[in-house]
């Protein structure tokens, strides 16, 4: 009983990624640019300060450089912890051509998910971050995700993994 309460208590996955935030195909060609586009569709859809973009932006790119943020099987969390954001924000981006993001494995990233979020950690964060740890895991799940045909195909299978 206390596990259903719990899950109650916490937004799913599909609700961190609304529509608008998810962008099927990434413009950009380098890491700085791919965060740059997500970053973006989070100021369009009021989730970051369009006067605060760049401030967040530079937080941002500061994590990545104490360690890259490709975990492995072509995903990387790029994320920032920054006062400027009141709640989770999450923009997921996909690239058929794949992106350097100095990964660990070695492998270009073909999904990138743009976190931007309080400094306090919450629930939100913790159920992402869980769901993004299983995809990196297993090579099936992130050939899925990176292969996903359309936003609602890809919604549909973060949305099964909490399941």
Do not use: W, Y
């Not at 529509?19 to 569709?41: F, P, R, W, Y």
């Not at 967040?56 to 943020?69: H, K, P």
């Not at 919604?155 to 099964?160: K, M």
């Amino acid at each position: 009983m206390a596990t259903g309460s719990k899950r109650r208590d916490r937004n799913s996955l599909k609700e961190l990624f609304p529509h608008d935030l998810v962008v099927q195909q990434l413009q950009g060609s380098t890491k700085e640019a791919v965060i740059a586009e997500l970053l973006n569709a989070l100021v369009v859809a009021g989730r970051v300060p369009l006067d605060r973009e760049r401030e967040v932006r530079d937080t941002i790119l500061d994590r990545e450089r104490i360690a890259s943020t490709g975990i492995g099987n072509g995903l990387a969390i790029p994320h920032g912890k920054t006062k400027h954001a009141d709640r989770l924000g999450v923009a997921v981006g996909l690239s058929k051509q794949g992106i350097d993001f100095s990964s660990f494995d070695g492998n270009a990233v073909r999904v990138v998910v743009l976190a931007v979020c309080p400094p306090a950690s919450s629930p939100e964060h913790l159920s992402l971050m869980r769901a993004l740890a299983t995809v990196a895991k297993d090579p099936d799940h992130a050939e899925k995700l990176a292969g996903s045909k359309d936003r609602r195909e890809l919604l549909g299978f973060l949305e099964s993994l909490e399941t």
